[in-house]
C-alpha cells in the first residue's frame, strides 16, 4: 500500500504542470491562487486525479480544501473508503 507521502508526491506532480510558472506544488501549495486555475480548469485536473486514484471526488468537499495537502487528506479518506 502507498503511503501518504507518496500519494503527495504522485498528486503533486499530477498538479505541477497547472502550477503557475516558477511555482513548484508542494503539500502547502494553495490551489486556487498558486495553481492559477480557473472553475473549469480545476475540474479537469480533478478528473486527473480521480483517473490516478481510482476515486470519484464529491463536489461537496471542494469548499474545504485549499491546499495540496487538504486534498490529499480528502483522498486518503476516499482511498480508504474504497478500499
Known amino acids: 500500500m502507498d503511503t ?3 500519494r503527495l508526491a504522485v498528486l503533486c ?4 504542470p497547472h502550477a503557475e510558472k516558477g511555482i513548484v ?4 501549495t494553495m490551489l486556487a491562487s498558486d495553481l492559477g ?3 473549469a480548469q480545476l475540474m479537469e485536473v480533478l478528473l486527473e486525479v480521480e483517473d ?3 476515486v470519484s471526488i464529491p463536489l461537496n468537499v471542494l469548499p ?3 491546499t495540496v495537502e487538504e486534498l490529499m487528506n480528502e483522498l486518503q ?3 480508504a473508503a474504497a478500499g
Do not use: M, P, R, Y
Request: no cysteine; proline share 0%.
Open 4 to 6: 501518504f507521502d507518496e
Open 64 to 66: 474545504n480544501v485549499q
Open 25 to 28: 506544488v508542494t503539500a502547502e
Open 13 to 16: 506532480g499530477l498538479l505541477q
Open 77 to 79: 479518506k476516499l482511498i
Open 37 to 39: 486555475i480557473d472553475s
Open 52 to 54: 490516478e486514484f481510482d
